[in-house]
């Protein structure tokens, strides 16, 4: 990722470390699933609602974040190449994977969910023979199984649809964009950095979160259209102003401390039962902390973004391997919690031993199909990898591919 500023151009290396440290809270987010009362594909004997206020410690801020800096990544290849070139280059890179996701990565999961939910009896050729003929009757009641299905990669057919987005955007507005992108950054200046784009977030939310639930099937999400577009578009501009960057790193510790605060209050709201709060006084309540948990989104990814730029502006050979294994073991990530889970439940283990064998096994397993992948050309596109090419300077194939993901 590099700034527009073409007297000091400078990689923002601390981007790719957010991106890679997002990644990796979401596995442990994803091994959280398990064993919270949430509703999941697999659930541990032992769920109860004991972790759920340490997972709302990212689960309001983790996605916008990551939409955010796609977004900043999407507006530096935008400005490198043609609308029809940077098009083309994203939809293999994320297209391709997806396809390749829903046709054999999600599969076990979807197969162990209905196995665990509704009893079912069948091999996974047969259940195989249903997912890819779009069987709907896995049903709990009305909530039924859709198949074929993306699960945890909805991440990635959103990624593209707003790429579409932005590249239609940039499109239409020329020249006009990267003006757009020095109002935003005059704007964004002392507290502003902080009030107005959480005032945005907060807006979206008290207005369409609850007509409009989370369903990530693109089709009727548009409270998550609207924060994700929003967070992706910004990123976008905020790559075409630079100096917002060393804004958020003044601002970090407040951006932080008004995060803790408001993870606190979340916390006591979630716990509170609902006969407790008088009947009145329920939709204000309701319009109030949906309004905390926009400023608290807001104000994490401040945070994040402050830390990283003061602390985390560097480069090595950790961060170029990691920049290139975090979309692979993003992919497989997902599927290998949800079949070791299933896999473990028969011995019984203590919650706490069998969480961390299971974030351990994860990442072995990730980082080991990551080392198969990017060593073989046939899987690297199926992973979201770019194609080895053959370097004029007699570099090594492998690190030439890594340095330019």
């Known amino acids: 990722m590099h700034t527009t500023d073409t007297a000091a151009p400078t990689r923002l290396f601390f981007l790719d470390w957010l991106r890679i440290i997002a990644f990796f809270i979401l596995i442990l987010f ?13 659930k541990s004997p032992a769920a109860s609602h004991g972790p759920e206020p340490f997972m709302l410690l990212s689960s309001p801020w983790r996605l916008d ?27 293999t890179r994320l297209l391709v994977p997806l396809l390749f996701g829903m046709l054999v990565v999600v599969p076990p999961q979807a ?43 909805w991440f990635v057919a959103y990624l593209w ?21 020095g109002r935003v950054a005059r704007s964004l200046s002392g507290w502003k950095i902080i009030v107005l784009p959480a005032l945005v977030l907060a807006i979206l939310r008290v207005l369409l979160a609850g007509r409009f639930p989370q369903n990530h099937a693109v089709i009727g999400d548009w409270y998550s ?78 945070a994040a973004c402050g830390f990283a730029q003061r602390h985390l502006q560097r480069d090595g050979v950790a961060r170029r391997y990691l920049t290139e294994a975090v979309f692979p073991v993003y992919i497989a990530h997902q599927t290998l919690i949800v079949v070791m889970a299933h896999a473990l439940k028969p011995l019984r283990l203590a919650p706490g031993l069998e969480a961390m064998l299971l974030v351990v096994a994860t990442l072995t397993a990730s980082f080991g199909i990551f080392e198969a992948v990017r060593r073989s050309a046939l899987l690297r596109p199926l992973f979201g990898l770019a194609s080895l090419r053959p370097q004029a300077d007699g570099a090594s194939t492998r690190l030439a591919a890594a340095r330019a993901a």
């Open 225 to 302: 259209h609207a924060t994700y577009f929003s967070l992706f578009v910004l990123g976008a501009l905020l790559a075409r102003a630079p100096q917002v960057w060393p804004r958020l790193g003044d601002v970090r510790w407040v951006s932080l401390g008004i995060s803790a605060a408001c993870w606190v209050a979340a916390v006591i709201f979630w716990a509170v039962p609902d006969d407790a709060v008088p009947a009145g006084q329920v939709e204000a309540l309701r319009v109030l902390m949906r309004t905390v948990y926009a400023l608290f989104a807001w104000c994490a990814i401040a």
């Open 65 to 91: 974040l990551l939409f955010l800096v796609s977004g900043v990544a999407s507006s530096f290849m935008l400005a490198r190449s043609k609308v029809t070139s940077f098009l083309r280059q994203r939809s």
């Open 111 to 153: 197969y162990l969910e209905v196995v665990e939910k509704v009893s079912y009896g069948g091999s996974y050729l047969d259940f195989m023979h249903l997912y890819l003929t779009g069987y709907g009757g896995f049903c709990r009641g009305s909530d039924c199984l859709i198949m074929p299905t993306w699960n945890h990669l």
């Open 161 to 181: 649809l707003y790429t579409l987005g932005l590249a239609a955007l940039v499109s239409i507005l020329g020249e006009r964009f990267d003006a757009l992108a």
């Open 30 to 42: 994803h091994v959280g699933m398990y064993y919270v009362s949430w509703d999941w594909h697999v």
